[in-house]
């Protein structure tokens, strides 16, 4: 299955009373981001909540590949999507990468244990969304309440130059891990 580039503004129609007058609107909802796109500013945190990091400061200049995970320690991305890009490091950084990322939404204690547990200092920078503001900024959230407790991240990776979405990569499910593995997003760039 492809991965799903998602770009169309979505309207909807809501209606609600107001004393005795019933008003409709219509307003614009924004669909998951898309190539092209300017990177949305929003918060995140790096080792512990005094690090807030704005998004669109992180990734306004250079190039740099951020990669989103459901959840920190849990076995797709334990096992397969953070590994994959702790593995291609060094080559992507030889492609013009400036940096790698990936960000989940989970605290930043949890961030920082997860990339120190398999040896990502240094290569990989492990950002905390602490609210999913920049999961919901992106359009890319996802329910996983029955499972992890909360809305959490749809799997995907992109690269970002100077502000700007290059590459994006949404797995079709959210949650399998296909198109954003590094190997894949390796051979876009």
């Not at 459901?70 to 080559?91: D, R, V």
Request: with cysteine; net charge positive.
């Amino acid at each position: 299955m492809a991965c799903s580039r998602i770009s169309a503004v979505i309207r909807c129609k809501s209606s609600y009373i107001n004393g005795s007058r019933r008003l409709s609107t219509s307003k614009p909802v924004q669909a998951a981001l898309k190539v092209g796109d300017a990177i949305p500013s929003a918060s995140l945190f790096e080792h512990n909540p005094n690090t807030k990091l704005n998004s669109s400061e992180l990734f306004g200049s250079g190039k740099h590949v951020i990669f989103g995970v459901p959840g920190a320690f849990t076995p797709t991305c334990s096992e397969s999507h953070l590994p994959g890009y702790i593995e291609k490091h060094n080559e992507l950084k030889k492609k013009g990468i400036a940096s790698i990322n990936c960000v989940a939404v989970n605290d930043p204690f949890v961030m920082k244990a997860w990339g120190e547990t398999h040896n990502a200092t240094g290569k990989i920078r492990m950002l905390a969304d602490i609210q999913a503001e920049f999961t919901k900024a992106l359009g890319l959230e996802i329910d996983l309440s029955a499972v992890l407790g909360n809305v959490r991240s749809k799997r995907y990776a992109m690269v970002v130059e100077n502000g700007i979405v290059k590459q994006l990569l949404v797995e079709p499910s959210g949650i399998e891990l296909t198109c954003s593995a590094a190997n894949k997003l390796m051979s876009e760039i």
